[in-house]
């Protein structure tokens, strides 16, 4: 190659920082895109979904459940007592909790 060719070619071929700045330039441009495009997905699949329906009914039934149930068993333990002492018990590596089936819980002290 001569000479004048080669310097030719360098004069006509852009710099490292306009090679730089233009890939900084594209990854930055399509991550842009990326976030417009799913705003805009987004704006869409919200006019296309119905809205949830309100839970206030709900909210009475179980507040009336819990009133007509209280969580206590026949020997007068709450339940999350009894199920504090079964997860202990089920710590114990020499324990196995399948199939337990307790009967009654008696108070030591």
């Given at each position: ?69 209280p969580q206590q068993t026949a020997s007068g333990i709450p339940n999350d007592v009894i199920v504090a002492i079964m997860a202990a018990l089920s710590e114990d590596p020499g324990i196995s909790s399948r199939g337990w089936n ?8």
């Amino acid at each position: 190659m001569p000479i004048a060719a080669a310097a030719t070619a360098a004069a006509e071929a852009p710099g490292m920082g306009f090679v730089v700045l233009m890939g900084i330039g594209t990854v930055f441009f399509g991550l842009i895109c990326i976030i417009v495009l799913t705003v805009i997905m987004g704006k869409i699949m919200s006019k296309l979904t119905p809205p949830p329906a309100p839970k206030n009914d709900t909210i009475a039934e179980v507040k009336k459940v819990a009133v007509e149930h209280p969580q206590q068993t026949a020997s007068g333990i709450p339940n999350d007592v009894i199920v504090a002492i079964m997860a202990a018990l089920s710590e114990d590596p020499g324990i196995s909790s399948r199939g337990w089936n307790i009967t009654s819980i008696k108070k030591s002290i």
